[in-house]
Structures are given as C-alpha cells and as structure tokens.
C-alpha cells in the first residue's frame, strides 16, 4: 500500500498505535548487537517457549538498545494503563521468574531497573502516555544515568520495534517527509537545514546546510547522496546503536536531504563488521519502499529517489569522505586532495553530499519541530544534542545523548558515576584515534566543537574512553599510533612514513629504551605529520600524541628516566 | 565461471559500488577470495585484475588465504585494549599455536584481530563466528575455544 496523503499515514499510525500499547500484556527484548552479546537472545527464545504456555495472550517482540549498555540485556514489559517497566540485567535464567510475577499482575522487583509513565517525543503534538501507578518504582527520568541526557536522536531507542515501520510511525515518523513533499520546495528544505545550525556529526563539523546548499544549487543529471556509516574509530558504537535501535530515523532523514539537494540516488556505506546494522536497514528500506517512501513518485509528489546499501570491508580510512567515494568507486579506499570537494564533484564526478549517520537522523525532528527548536539546544557555536559511546573505566558506560555545551565532568560523573571501584580518573579520550586526551583537571570544560578542538582533543563522532589510573597514557598513545599507523593508505609520505617513525620512538619508550631527545623528535615529526598529510586522518592522527605530551609529559618521563610504568600497563618495565 | 560466482556478479555488474559488493560477497561464498574466482571476476566486468588486487589487499576484511572452519575475532578496539585484550589475545594464539592473521594446521581455527565491532560497554569482546562472547577474561579463553572444538 503506497502513502500518499497524510490521512494514510494516519492510517498506518493507527495501526501501529496498536502494536506499540496493544492492550494486553508486552514484553520487549533489547536486541541491539549488546544486547544481543549480553545474552539477549537466549532470553527472547527462553520467552518465546515459555510465554506460549504460561501467558499465551502475551506478545512478545524486539526492541532496539536503550542505551545503558553495561546494563544490559534490557527487557521492557507493559501491562494495559500502566507505565513500561523497564528489567536491566535480566538474563535467561530469570525469565520463569519474571512471568509467575507477570502472570498475576505483577512486577519482579529485584530486576526491575526503572519505569516510564510517557514516551518522550517531539514528533507529535502530544506525549504518548503509557499509564500511571508503580509509586516505588524510579521514573527514568530521575535515575542518574537518564536525569541529565536529552534525548532527541535516541527519543525512542530501546522502545520501540525497530523492525516494524508502523511503530516508527506511530511516534510521528515520516510525517516530516510528507510535510517536505508537500510544501514541495527543496530551497526551503536547505534554508530549514541552514537556520538550524545543523553541524556534521563525523567529527569535523562541518556546516550541513552549507554542504547542501552547495549541492542543491548546482545542475546535473545525477546527485547522490552518501550516509557515510563507516564507524571506524575504535571505541566508539553511537551510529551502530542509532541504526540498530531506529533504522527508518536514518532512511527518512536521508530521503529528505535527498529531495532538499536534488538527489537521484541514496547509498548508505556500512561498516562490514555491523552484520545486524546491515540487517535492520535492509529491511527497513523494504518496509519504506512498500509504504512508497523510496521509489518512483514518492507520496505521489515528482520526487523519485531510492537507497542501497554498501558494504565497507574494514578501513578506517574510509570514513574520510574522498577515500569513501573512491572505494564506492571500486578502487582502494585512498583519499583525494580537496578542492574539489565532493559536494562539488565526488561520486563518478557527479555532486554528492556526504552526511554522518547522525547528522542524517538529526532531519526529521527538525522539520517536525523547527529551525528555531533546534538552534536554541545547544551551545553558542553548536546546536543541538550530541551522541556520545561513554565507555572504558568508568561505572556507567553506553551511549549517552546531551545537549552541546555540558561539562566533560557532568557527563562523566553524573551520567557515567565516575570512577569503577572508587579508582581515580586520570584523563578521556576523545575522538579516537584522531582526537586527543583531555586530564581530570580539564573536565568543567563544554563539550562543543571549538572547546574540544582548543583543548588539543576534537569531537570526532562521539568516542569517550574514560581513563583511571590503571591504564598508562603512552601505551594508549602508543596503541593510537599503532593503529593509525596500520591504517594509512600509504599514498601520502608524511602519514606513512611519519607515523611509522612516531610510532618506533613510541615504542621504544614503553620498552625503556627511550631518551628525552626522542621525546622531542616525536614531537617534532608530529607537528610535521599534523601539518603536510593529505588527509583529515594523517592531519589529525598526532593530535594524540600532542594532547598527551601537553598534559602528561611527567608519565612519559617517569617511563624514560626512571624506566617505570607508574600504572603498571608496559610490560618491559615491571 | 562457477554458478555462484556469476549470480553474485550478475546481481551488481553495472551498479555504483558493485565492485566493492561483489568482492564482499565472494568473500562472504567462499570464505576467502579465491584467486581463479579474481581473474574470472576482472574478465566479466573489464577492469585489470591488478585493482582488483589492490582492493583485496588494501581492506583488512578480505584475504586471499583460506579461512579456518570457525575464526576468533579478537576485538582490539580502544575499550577492549584499556580492558586487556592483548593478554587475550596472547592466550588464544598460544593456545591455538598460531599467530594473529594465521590457521590452525588442521584447518579448524583461524585467530584474527578485529578493529572494534561495537561492543565497547562490554568489553574485552571476542567475535566468534557470528556471535559475540562480552566481558571475556583470559581464564574463560581455554573453555571458548572448547566450546567450538569439533563443531561445524
């Protein structure tokens, strides 16, 4: 059945009401590739075979990844008129637990981790409300994980079924794309985009409508539009979460941006090893072209546009817009110089606009609630919210959503709990391998473009590694450069052979081998490598090096005067 | 040319980024990229078999070796490293006998780093096969590698 009016969205939406507050009782599994490692699906197959014969009018579905990772496997359950209730650590061996207290109407407290009376959403006009009751039990929104986020990427991650286009629906979904159609003005769609202050997600964030606009003004036959999903930097999962949990998030933003520069064809370049991500947006791309969002004549506007799905065959470089063209063009993902930039002439030297997953996923909400909504979350220089994978040694770890602007401290302390076992937290890396390490001292600092980048780490696309005092910063530094190293396509010189030389003295140091007069060439050939590289990721690789020299030079002494490694981490100096 | 190879070229020839998906594919048939399947893949579409070389070797997810019947899939990524994966990793390749990148000689085992797979809240990761084990240890190593011992 196509969609073409907004009364058969309201259709669908109805339809899909019913699947997310069907009336009856629900259980939802959290299936993300988390909470899926966590033994999430031993636990769906566990409910599955049990709920036929103890609770056969139940419905049991997927859910996507709510973001609490450490807590996982996630189990959601509703009964008619009361709040969701939400498991953590819920594991197979609880599930006949779980429904001798669900069948008598009941609730298993010891695992039950918070409740939640309303979805939280800015697509529709009004809240959907789940119900009240459960007084003893915390609201999510006062645990100290969830209190101080603002969720506007991941509003319904965890919630709702990320394999069912209707529920995306039913929470607004796709209402903005009509709208856009509607309205039929793809200069409006770039204005919107422009006045929001929408800044890219990737890391170098750069301005989106700016990128579009560029797009959208030039004449050609064929336009492209890329999401690059090539989420390499190591410790670091936000994309993998956000498409995993709400896939149609992704495709609607990307059929709107599609219509705003004038784009004939949509490709969406996925990391090989997210085998689930590839999964959900196959998919989810059936369910949108069936409802006739992707294809001929979408909603029955003039607009034709459709999305196919590449996979990337692991390299990091590939997330550098240039080197993802040219491996969607079948070479080896080597990077070109800019000018020209892709916007320009990129795929088959056609105009092509290049958007992180996130940026994408940040469209519909927009066009649902405004530029001028946008552009007042957020900092000065940087609207919106920001994703973050909070992970390493810190209490809480998973994907955290804050407005631009919030302190490294409340996001690490707060949200994250601070350090595990009371240990002390010596520094966050930021940015993975092309961003830096911000010390303890440093974390009242917001977390915007220009404060990162000032701070000698950058935003990158949301990587934080929380470090204590167990883990040694040049070994890190060193594990960076390894893999920057391993990484360079070898096309340009200062990148391939720099980083390699870095990467000796780093080596050196940690084997205690190391002088202080290396100590300088590494800083000396970083600030070669920083500023002669082609590429964004050779320009960017010492930045590591540079952030760590600059605020923890006495660790790097320690390990060459006194061939010690305070944390205890190199193993030639124990 | 064998049937699934040409399936697997006919299903993207002509298409923008079919290159790339039709290597990912071979790969994915056959475990590895089979170096008759390369030349008869760069005959079929025109295109040198020196790029199609150049791509096989540049990305770290194709290889040109057989693979092992199950291959470890030990996660280095940032996380993992801060939560000791090297001493993981040090324990599957002296126990496997064999180094990171290599097989086992009977075939059984292939013992390969992955630059993260996205599971940095349950770290130190192992992929194996299509799964995921979390918060491995280095004790758990001997009882993950039984696990999978004479198994298809």
Known sequence: MKIRTFFDLERIRAKGISFLFPGKLKISVGMGSCGIAAGADAVYEKLSETMKTVVPEGILNKTGCLGFCGEEPFVNVSMPHKPLVIYHRLLERDVPELLEHVMRGEHYRQKVFCKMDILENFMLPKALRFGDGYPDFPSIHDTPFYSKQKRIVLRESGVIDPESIEEYIAVGGYASLLRVLENGSSEAVVKVIQNSGLRGRGGAGFSTGVKWDIAHKLTSDLKYIICNSDEGNPGAYMNRGEVESDPHMLIEGMIIGGFGIGATDGIVYVRTEYPLVVERLRQALEQARYYGFLGKNICNSSFSFDIHIICGAGSFVCGEETALIASVEGFPGRPRPRPPFPSENGLAGKPTVVNNVETLCNVPVIFAKGAKWYSSIGSESSKGTKVFSLVGDVKHTGLVEVPMGTTLKEIIYDIGGGGIDGRKIKAVQIGGPSGGCIPSHLFDLPVDYESLQGSGAIMGSGGMVVLDEQSCIVDVTKYFLAFTCGESCGKCIPCRRGLEHMLYILDAICDGRGSMEQLAELMEVAEIVRITSLCGMGQAAPNQVISTIRYFKDEYEVHIKERKCPAGVCKSLL | ?152
């Not at chain 2, 996660?75 to 002296?94: M, N, Q, W, Y």
């Not at chain 2, 630059?115 to 940095?120: D, E, L, N, R, T």
């Open chain 2, 1 to 152: 040319m064998d049937k699934k190879t040409s399936d697997i070229v006919l299903r993207y020839k002509g298409q923008v980024g079919g290159l790339l998906c039709i290597l990912n594919e071979v790969q994915e048939t056959f475990g590895y990229l089979p170096k008759e399947v390369l030349k008869e893949i760069a005959s079929e579409l025109a295109v040198p078999l020196s790029q199609l070389f150049s791509s096989a070797t540049f990305y770290s997810a194709f290889t040109l070796k057989q693979r092992g019947k199950h291959a470890f899939h030990i996660c280095v990524g940032t996380s993992c490293h801060i939560k000791k994966a090297p001493d993981i990793l040090d324990e599957f390749s002296r126990l496997l006998k064999v180094a990171p990148g290599n097989t086992t000689e009977n075939d059984e085992f292939s013992l390969e780093t992955v630059q993260c797979i996205g599971c940095c809240s349950l770290a130190p990761a192992i992929g194996v096969d299509r799964g995921v084990h979390g918060h491995a240890t280095v004790d758990q190593v001997p009882d993950i590698i039984k696990k999978y011992k004479g198994t298809t």
